[in-house]
Structures are given as structure tokens and as C-alpha cells.
């Protein structure tokens, strides 16, 4: 089982940009970024995946100023964060070895241990 290991948290003002890393020691070719906030389920923020025909997932919450990416070895996954607000605070946590529904965190077996992000207003 691979070990992942997230990077670039931390914290901004409402309207600024945060890009977060997630780095593997081996190809995964389906990770999910998941969030944290406190006192609410573990959210999907965004998916990417090179199986079948491949692709990509944004919560509605993020459509439009996140943006989900891969290295071209599928070992580092990066999610850049544009126009940051408040409600983005939480523990990101990145996600692989899908078997299970891809939106649920159940659906996965191998996490992170999390970055902060904290957006002031």
C-alpha cells in the first residue's frame, strides 16, 4: 500500500490562492480530494482519473475555482485553489486505491494525513 503525503496548506485571505500537492511513491491513476470541516462529513472537493476515458470531478461548491491535475508520472496530484472564501477552511486530505463508491470516503483505502487551509475573512 502507498503512502501519500499532502503539502500547501495553509492560510489566506478570502480571494486568495492556495495550491495543494499530494505526492506518491507510486502511479495511481484515480485520486480524490476530500476536505474536512469541523462538525460536517468528509466532503469529495475534486477527482481525477485516467481510467477508461478518463477525467475529472468538482464539488459544486468549488466548480470553477478549483482545479484538479496530475503529474505525467500520476504521482503527484494537485489541486489549485482560486478565490478562497471562509467556508474552503478545513483539513484537505487526498485520496487513492478506489473500491468503492468514488464519492464516499469509505470508497478508499489509502488517505493522507491532511493539510490545513484557513481562509479569513
Known amino acids: 500500500q502507498d503512502q501519500l503525503a499532502e503539502s500547501g496548506g495553509g492560510s489566506v485571505q478570502a480571494g486568495g490562492s492556495l495550491r495543494l500537492s499530494c505526492k506518491a511513491s507510486f502511479r495511481h491513476t484515480w485520486v480524490t480530494w476530500f476536505r474536512q470541516i469541523p462538525g460536517k462529513e468528509r466532503e469529495a472537493v475534486a477527482s481525477?482519473?485516467?481510467?477508461?476515458?478518463?477525467?475529472?470531478y468538482y464539488g459544486a461548491q468549488v466548480e470553477g475555482r478549483f482545479t484538479i491535475s496530475q503529474d505525467n508520472a500520476k504521482t503527484t496530484t494537485n489541486l489549485q485553489m482560486n478565490d478562497l472564501k471562509p467556508e474552503d477552511s478545513g483539513v484537505y486530505y487526498c485520496?487513492?486505491?478506489?473500491?468503492?463508491?468514488?464519492?464516499?470516503?469509505?470508497?478508499?483505502?489509502?488517505w493522507g494525513p491532511g493539510t490545513q487551509v484557513t481562509v479569513s475573512s
Open positions: 481525477i482519473t485516467t481510467a477508461g476515458t478518463g477525467g475529472t
Open positions: 485520496a487513492t486505491d478506489l473500491t468503492g463508491p468514488w464519492l464516499r470516503p469509505q470508497g478508499y483505502r489509502t
